[in-house]
């Protein structure tokens, strides 16, 4: 298998996405979800650092970054979670 294979490969295991069309009027309107699959140690370790990646589109690539407080909130709200129940 070609490395751009062996890549494309590890970006599935990596992430997920999908599109939906929010509106169709005059023109329609993609939304695109996509999920990165972490383990708690990797949420840990970005409630520290943050994470930033790219999103390569047909028309742009846009970097997108999340704070280490992001993290540290998700952190918080799972074990708040977990204590309760």
């Known amino acids: 298998m070609s490395f751009a294979g062996r890549l ?4 599935r295991r990596l992430c997920h996405s999908h599109r939906e069309r929010v509106g169709c009027a005059d023109f329609c309107i993609a939304k695109d979800v996509i999920g990165v699959n972490l383990t708690e140690g990797e949420i840990g370790r970005r409630a520290e650092t943050g994470m930033s990646f ?5 028309r742009a690539l846009l970097t997108m970054t999340a704070p280490p407080g992001y993290f540290s ?3 918080d709200a799972h074990r708040k979670a977990r204590d309760a129940g």
């Open 8 to 11: 494309r490969r590890a970006a």
């Open 54 to 58: 790219k999103v390569l589109g047909r």
């Open 73 to 75: 909130a998700i952190i």
